[in-house]
């Protein structure tokens, strides 16, 4: 038996005025901030994907539904737990999680640590087994121009541990 699983996990999500910008469990000082149902922290968002997916379980998209008013404006920290607790109901634990941030909005690279240790509280592993990097666009594609974050995830699940 396979005791070890990868999960990927991607979000992306328009910066706006008007919205904190909360990423990754941290708010930042910034003019926009991510749009969604929820408060759109899209690291926590793909960080919850990548988990779901590695443990065979439903999207974040199918638990907590955009069309369901109970998640409007929910805290994604809130929605993270839960995530954890269903992932290790299934027997897993999480042994790290990797995560780019891709935008030219907000700079990441100030908030790191910060990112780093909301998320290992969440999922309750150390700081040094979550990873957070921040990429510019470079002024290319649909989110250049500081109109947007996009996020993807990996992370590693142990059975058994």
């Avoid at 907000?106 to 957070?132: E, F, Q, S, T």
């Amino acid at each position: 038996m396979n005791n070890l699983r990868i999960g990927l996990g991607f979000d992306v999500h328009r910066l706006v005025p008007g919205r904190k910008c909360v990423l990754g469990g941290v708010e930042l000082p910034h003019a926009t901030g991510p749009l969604g149902h929820s408060d759109g922290d899209a690291v926590l968002h793909a960080v919850s994907d990548a988990l779901l997916g590695a443990a065979g379980l439903d999207d974040i998209g199918t638990l907590f539904s955009d069309k369901d008013p109970r998640w409007k404006d929910a805290d994604s920290r809130t929605l993270l737990s839960e995530v954890v607790k269903r992932v290790r109901a299934t027997g897993f634990a999480i042994q790290n999680v990797d995560i780019v941030v891709a935008t030219e909005g907000p700079r990441i690279a100030p908030h790191r640590a910060a990112m780093r240790a909301a998320i290992g509280n969440l999922l309750g592993i150390p700081d040094d087994r979550v990873n957070v990097k921040g990429k510019s666009l470079e002024g290319l594609g649909a989110l250049a121009g500081g109109t947007g974050v996009a996020v993807q995830a990996v992370c590693l699940l142990q059975i058994g541990v």
